[in-house]
């Protein structure tokens, strides 16, 4: 939770996007140079960002996958139907991280 100093009580609520997989990286700009990264894979989280609901972590099956290597952590996915039709991504199954 995110709690403001003002008294509205009021919450952020976010939405997340996470893949795996391969990205190219650098910085970009003369004048305000910042850097980027850029690849399908940034593409697929940012596209399961979006269509996300708040709240809820989305993830790909590859980082799925890698999750279950973490042992010091827990983690409950919960299956989500494959979605089609992203922008030349093509079918993606992914899930819920709770």
Same mark, same amino acid.
């Given at each position: 939770?995110?709690? /403001?100093?003002? !008294? !509205? &009580? /009021? #919450?952020? @609520? $976010? &939405?997340?996007?996470? %893949?795996?997989?391969?990205?190219?990286?650098?910085?970009?700009?003369? %004048?305000?140079?910042?850097?980027? $990264?850029?690849? !399908? =894979?940034?593409?697929?989280? /940012?596209?399961? +960002? /979006?269509?996300?609901?708040?709240? &809820?972590? #989305?993830?790909? !099956?590859? =980082?799925? #996958?890698? @999750?279950?290597?973490?042992?010091?952590?827990?983690?409950?996915? +919960? %299956? &989500? +139907?494959?979605?089609?039709? *992203?922008?030349?991504?093509?079918?993606?199954?992914?899930? *819920?991280? +709770?």
């Amino acid at each position: 939770k995110f709690s /403001s100093n003002s !008294d !509205d &009580r /009021s #919450q952020i @609520l $976010i &939405r997340v996007g996470m %893949a795996s997989g391969p990205v190219a990286a650098g910085v970009v700009g003369n %004048a305000m140079p910042r850097y980027c $990264i850029f690849g !399908d =894979t940034v593409n697929s989280a /940012s596209r399961m +960002e /979006s269509t996300g609901q708040k709240m &809820r972590i #989305q993830i790909s !099956d590859l =980082t799925h #996958q890698l @999750l279950q290597f973490a042992p010091r952590y827990k983690f409950k996915c +919960e %299956a &989500r +139907e494959s979605v089609e039709g *992203w922008r030349g991504v093509g079918l993606k199954n992914k899930g *819920w991280k +709770e």
